[in-house]
């Protein structure tokens, strides 16, 4: 046999270098290519499992349970219930109700907030002279506490409160607050005002991300500031728009301390109840908490819905 044959790899065998198919087969690493960063996240995990995972898994197992408040310590049986808890909400008028006092909300606050912060982001946006000045007097209401402003709303529009006198006979007798057809669109219009400087500051960060050669372009078109508003900042800022809506939904849904601080815990006769309210009054004054349990699953599964519906409509795949 020649020196050129006994030389020639045989057939089949790898030529792979020493040590490559080691590499090849070495598995990444347990905690990923940044451990460190992992560690820094790990007490932000901590506190989603605590303070939102396990009250959510809890609070769906408690609703298919006969479960109620005991001693700390005592052995109490909890038997399994299946849907019963479901059908007492959902036989429940009280509670029916209040589905559909945070529907009205919703309808209300949702598209006041989308269309206010973006109208006046945009202002705020081009507007020279008072912009940081402005800026702070919308975020301001955001930050103060609600109990702070509450005695404030009470006062403009009670019976002899500032909006009846500007509005004379043409104010809601009863009163506002007390007006079973009134109340709620009222708190509506409070929540959205104490909200709005935090969607605009969201607007505001997305409009820095619209190009201004798009508004040139428009304007060499001969598309006007309405025009170019329609076609070219609501495109641009359509992430920030399903963001909005999203957080405005969610916390539209969890609408408690304003009902409990304005009307005094619902009233008049359950026109500004909420599910959250309800559920604070079946499970903490009531001694209800499989009840609550149930109220706040099915407010969860029906928010999970009303969001996804609105990210397909508002486009929040494409974005």
Do not use: C
């Amino acid at each position: 046999m020649s020196t050129s044959t006994a030389q020639r790899p045989a057939a089949g065998r790898s030529q792979t270098p020493p040590g490559g198919g080691a590499r090849r087969r070495r598995r990444r690493p347990l905690l990923g290519k940044n451990p460190f960063g992992l560690l820094l996240s790990t007490p932000y995990l901590i506190f989603v499992l605590a303070v939102f995972a396990y009250p959510l898994v809890f609070a769906f197992w408690m609703s298919f349970h006969d479960y109620f408040f005991a001693a700390p310590g005592a052995q109490v049986d909890r038997p399994f219930v299946g849907l019963d808890n479901f059908r007492e909400v959902l036989s429940d008028p009280a509670i029916i109700r209040s589905f559909g006092n945070v529907g009205i909300f919703l309808l209300i606050n949702v598209p006041l907030t989308v269309v206010l912060s973006l109208v006046l982001a945009n202002a705020l946006n081009k507007a020279v002279r008072f912009r940081t000045f402005l800026r702070v007097s919308y975020y301001v209401p955001y930050v103060t506490a609600s109990v702070a402003v509450v005695g404030v709303w009470i006062f403009l529009f009670s019976g002899n409160g500032l909006v009846n006198e500007i509005l004379g006979p043409l104010a809601p007798d009863p009163p506002w607050l007390i007006n079973e057809t009134w109340a709620m669109p009222t708190i509506a219009i409070f929540v959205t005002w104490k909200g709005l400087g935090f969607f605009i500051l969201l607007y505001l960060a997305a409009l820095q991300n619209v190009s201004e050669e798009l508004y040139e372009a428009a304007a060499t078109d001969g598309a006007g500031k309405i025009r170019s508003f329609f076609s070219v900042t609501v495109p641009g800022v359509r992430p920030a728009t399903v963001l909005v809506l999203l957080l405005s939904t969610v916390t539209g849904a969890n609408l408690f301390t304003e009902p409990y601080l304005l009307t005094g815990g619902g009233g008049p006769n359950g026109a500004s109840s909420s599910p959250v309210l309800m559920m604070y009054q079946r499970g903490i004054e009531q001694g209800s908490p499989d009840t609550a349990a149930a109220i706040g699953v099915i407010l969860v599964i029906g928010v999970l819905i009303l969001a996804f519906i609105q990210r397909k409509l508002a486009g929040g795949d494409e974005s």
